[in-house]
């Protein structure tokens, strides 16, 4: 990622050659969303960028009480960028935030959550660096419409790319060119009519400082994906936000609107957050060995292992909403079974294929963006750092097509699976959690959970759905 600003007195060169107007304050929530507070650039001087900006921490959901409510933001001064979107010049900060009653990096915020766990990785001696590659797909819809009442449940998602779209009344004509369900894995133009959307958020992107490598249309109707740059565990879920931000403000200004929910549309596949993995010691990717299945070391296999153990806890942390578990079904090349194999994307960790020592990693293909990234991360890294201190083996990789397996297949051969749903993976949480404690206190760990399960979990099991009409209302 590229960097425009390295120290204090760098920052303050960098914005008077911008000349920007207001410094955007930017931190993270415990479900991965984006705050901001702006300040005019007259009001910010050397002595507030130390000290850092007092703010409200009892309006953000599960964090302090109002009777605690003074916290610091403390500004990561390297991190800063000029934003694309606004129409006076504003420069953007990410922020850890700072409790003032502990004296101390604030325990439920996600950034400061993820840079312990960098530290952790360096005090426990296994390594000193994680590099995370993320993969975060996307759909673009031209309309949306949600209701959410006590006597009628409504949704209802539109594109001129969707097969519903057939015989639809479209100013200049209906073209009749689309992807189909399941058909949108790299077509050309027409039938492909996102290019020039998707060129734009990669041309964006590059000017917020992501290293941008690729962009394609997805398998789905209206589904991209746009390729960037792997960073170590904090600089890479900086990026997903970045990310982000630039994919849904590009779509916004050109009239759509882009989402990240892993499953919106019924019978087509979702969108996950497939996840590129491995430690660095000296300079050295201790994932790597010549020779062995998939060049993966033995290392790397206590990694996975560990985090196949933990991975129904772990789920609560990178697939944190009730939509992920609708994509976490057999058929739409969302991996729920906990196994690893070489380029088999069935698997729900995959070997890269003709990976160097330089490039050989794992990738988590389970997670979705639903997840906050700093805490998605910092958990899989905690997993896996638990495997290689307790040397946990892995079981056998499995090369065969897992999705044509049968779910008796499955149990039969008791193989391992991801929960089935969001409460699964929480009450996995509460049952699994001593591997989190030596990044993650005890109160965050409670609040998480509790959180969720008041967020997500009660409110879509309090609600009837269409289905239930269609499938009990003549019982």
């Known amino acids: 990622m590229a960097k425009f600003v390295k120290n204090i007195d760098d920052f303050f060169v960098f914005c008077k050659s911008n000349e920007v107007e207001f410094v955007d304050l930017r931190f993270t929530d415990l479900k991965g969303i984006w705050h901001h507070l702006t300040y005019k650039m007259t009001a910010v001087d050397k002595d507030i960028l130390e000290k850092g900006f007092p703010f409200d921490g009892s309006s953000i959901e599960a964090w302090q009480p109002i009777n605690k409510s003074d916290m610091i933001l403390k500004a990561d001064i390297e991190s800063a960028f000029i934003d694309p979107f606004t129409a006076d010049s504003t420069i953007i900060v990410f922020c850890d935030v700072y409790d003032i009653y502990k004296d101390a990096l604030y325990e439920k915020c996600p950034r400061s959550i993820a840079k312990k766990a960098l530290l952790h990785l360096e005090k426990s001696g296994i390594g000193d660096d994680a590099y995370f590659g993320p993969e975060n797909e996307f759909f673009v819809f031209d309309d949306v419409k949600i209701i959410d009442g006590i006597n009628e449940s409504y949704y209802k998602v539109d594109s001129d790319e969707g097969c519903w779209s057939d015989n639809k009344n479209i100013d200049g004509g209906n073209i009749g060119h689309r992807p189909r369900t399941k058909g949108g894995y790299f077509p050309v133009q027409p039938t492909d009519s996102m290019v020039d959307l998707r060129a734009e958020m990669m041309q964006v992107l590059e000017q917020v400082g992501l290293d941008v490598i690729l962009g394609h249309h997805e398998v789905s109707q209206g589904q991209g994906e746009i390729g960037i740059k792997f960073a170590n565990l904090v600089e890479a879920a900086d990026n997903v936000q970045k990310y982000k931000y630039v994919i849904k403000m590009v779509a916004h200004l050109n009239g759509k609107t882009a989402t990240f929910i892993p499953k919106p549309l019924y019978g087509d596949n979702g969108s996950g957050m497939h996840t590129h993995q491995s430690i660095w010691k000296n300079g050295k990717n201790l994932f790597y060995k010549k020779g062995e299945y998939g060049n993966l070391s033995e290392v790397a296999k206590q990694y996975l292992a560990g985090v196949f153990k933990h991975a129904r806890a772990v789920a609560a942390f990178t697939n944190a909403s009730t939509n992920s578990y609708k994509r976490l079904i057999p058929g739409f090349e969302a991996p729920c079974i906990l196994t690893y194999s070489s380029q088999n994307r069935s698997a729900s960790c995959r070997i890269p294929y003709g990976s160097g020592e330089a490039a050989t990693r794992i990738e988590l ?48 051969r008791n193989i391992p699976q991801m929960p089935h749903t969001l409460r699964g993976a929480l009450e996995a949480l509460i049952r699994d959690n001593d591997f989190l404690k030596p990044v993650m206190t005890k109160e965050f760990i409670d609040t998480y959970q509790a959180h969720k399960f008041e967020t997500q979990v009660w409110p879509m099991e309090a609600r009837p759905t269409p289905f239930e009409f269609l499938s009990t209302y003549s019982c």
């Open 365 to 412: 293909r389970f997670p979705d963006s639903t997840a906050c990234p700093y805490l998605a991360f910092a958990a899989m890294l905690l997993a896996g750092l638990d495997g290689i201190k307790n040397k946990f083996e892995a079981a056998p990789p499995m090369d065969e097509d897992l999705f044509e397996l049968s779910l008796d297949e499955i149990r039969e």
